[in-house]
């Protein structure tokens, strides 16, 4: 199933169960989970509903606000997709599973959010470009776009996906078919020709003959 569809499930299971109690762990041989383990789709939507306040509340106590609702989402997706695939053996590994997704996903939103800082740190405009130099500023990010624009397409899509889809490695390499440590060594070396078209004039001028 597509994670679309997943996603909707787990959106689903929050508005069916909004006022869910925490759970920190659940029973051995709990029959919704040993029914989740078999395929039955109502269980599923069960035992995401009630695993959906402990995610919320490891998320609250991470993250803001706003991002609260987008973690669970995406937590309990993939946590339905480990369960589709047979990657839970037992019932009482279900809980510990799911809170195993969220301490992965929350590491991996650190990393995200410091690859973007870096990003930041290394092409951003300051709080004085922005408050004195709008028309610089304005070609300093064309300039950044047309160093973009001349990254090959894969790297376009490891940029794109790193630093505004928030995707993971893993996810970036099973789109573009290749491994996640080739995921890296394209983002790093892209990272660098874009710093490298950076220091030099921007290429549409050249042609137009704006700079020497």
């Known amino acids: 199933m597509r994670r679309s569809r997943l996603g909707a499930l787990a959106v689903q299971t929050g508005a069916m169960h909004p006022q869910s109690s925490a759970v920190s762990s659940l029973p051995k041989d709990d029959p919704t989970v040993l029914k989740a383990l078999a395929g039955d789709r ?8 009630r695993l959906l306040p402990a ?15 987008d ?27 799911a ?3 969220c301490r992965n996903l ?5 990393r995200n959010d ?6 930041v740190g290394r092409f951003g405009p300051t709080a004085a470009d922005l408050l004195a ?16 624009s001349q990254l090959t397409g894969k790297a376009r899509h490891v940029i794109r996906a790193t630093f505004c889809e928030d995707a993971a490695d893993q996810d970036i390499a099973q789109a573009l078919s290749i491994t996640p440590a080739n995921v890296r060594i394209i ?26």
């Open 187 to 212: 983002r790093h070396r892209s990272l660098l020709a874009l710093r490298s078209c950076l220091d030099r004039p921007i290429s549409w001028t050249q042609v137009e003959g704006g700079v020497p």
């Open 99 to 101: 809170l195993g997704i």
């Open 55 to 69: 995610v919320r509340a490891f998320a609250a106590r991470r993250l803001r606000s706003g991002s609260v609702d």
């Open 42 to 49: 109502r269980a599923e939507e069960e035992l995401c509903a």
């Open 133 to 148: 130099w709008d028309k610089e500023l304005l070609v300093r990010r064309e300039h950044l776009e047309d160093c973009y």
């Open 106 to 110: 929350a590491r991996e939103r650190a």
């Open 114 to 119: 410091e690859r973007r800082r870096d990003l």
């Open 71 to 97: 973690f669970a989402h995406d937590a309990l997706t993939l946590f339905v997709e480990a369960l589709r695939a047979g990657r839970i053996e037992h019932s009482t590994a279900a809980a510990g599973f």
